[in-house]
């Protein structure tokens, strides 16, 4: 919690009267003196900075005045917060003290979805071989789910939210360990179900096509066995869920989550990073153990 402390100097006031005859005038007391030091700047805490940074970003992504140039920015502060908090789960707590009432719910929402998608990943002894790219223009990709979902009466959001987590909306290029492929991460059996004529590394083709394997399996009705028969795991349920349902909230929440990076464990793969060799490496990331099966 961030204390307040102040510090007052209290001053003195020193009075004399005289005992003398009253032809003398009496002695004039000294003046007061008071002085006063400013108050201690507060001391911030973890929690507290992480609170501020989550404030200062979730509210200007929402802003509609916030220019789309300051927007790559807004995103990449907020995921490294949102980062933060999902690395150290104690400061949680404090941090939802802290942050306006009307965010809170924001706030464990995409706790719970990075917390989620991190006890999902499994340590790998090699590093993936991806090539990580500049995705879509946000605009762009929008249409592409408002076209898919519009189609086969899914909601966008939750399309948007599995391209966040499988691929960082396109960025990752590459195929997973258990050969999944494409911008939405589909095993080529699952494809040929799902896919059409498509191609699968092209991100409409492929979202229209996890937009048909949504509606096959339960959407919109009842998204959670949707996502399911996505990807047999209730913590891939969860997480993408939670993305989802802060884009239903508010629509520029996507604006926010289209600017998130490629981290592998805790490595940040920055755009224009070439295939890599494999080698040693601490932790697999969630998106190499996801994908329609």
Request: net charge positive.
């Amino acid at each position: 919690m961030v204390r307040l402390v102040s510090l007052i100097a209290a001053g003195v006031l020193l009075a004399a009267c005289s005992a003398a005859p009253t032809s003398r005038p009496a002695a004039r007391p000294p003046a007061t003196v008071a002085t006063t030091l400013p108050p201690a700047r507060p001391a911030a805490t973890a929690a507290g900075r992480l609170a501020a940074e989550i404030t200062r970003t979730e509210t200007a992504i929402r802003d509609p005045a916030t220019p789309p140039s300051r927007l790559r920015a807004l995103g990449r502060a907020q995921q490294r917060a949102y980062r933060t908090v999902v690395r150290q789960p104690q400061l949680l707590p404090e941090v939802l003290t802290l942050v306006p009432p009307a965010l809170r719910r924001t706030v464990k929402a995409n706790a719970l979805a990075g917390a989620e998608l991190r006890k999902l990943s499994r340590p790998a002894s090699r590093l993936p071989r991806w090539r990580i790219v500049a995705p879509a223009p946000a605009a762009a990709l929008l249409a592409s789910y408002r076209a898919a979902g519009a189609k086969l009466a899914v909601p966008w959001q939750y399309l948007a939210a599995i391209h966040l987590v499988e691929t960082r909306m396109g960025r990752i290029r590459g195929t997973s360990s258990a050969g999944a492929r494409g911008p939405m991460q589909f095993l080529p059996a699952t494809w040929r179900r799902y896919g059409g004529r498509g191609n699968i590394h092209a991100t409409g083709d492929a979202v229209l096509a996890a937009a048909r394997l949504l509606r096959a399996n339960g959407a919109p009705a009842d998204m959670a066995a949707a996502l399911y028969a996505y990807n047999p795991s209730r913590r891939y349920v969860r997480a993408v869920t939670a993305y989802a349902e802060q884009m239903r909230a508010d629509q520029r929440a996507f604006l926010g989550y289209s600017q998130w990076q490629v981290y592998y464990g805790d490595t940040l793969l920055p755009e224009g990073t070439p295939l890599l060799p494999s080698h040693a490496a601490g932790q697999q990331t969630t998106e190499l153990r996801k994908g329609p099966r």
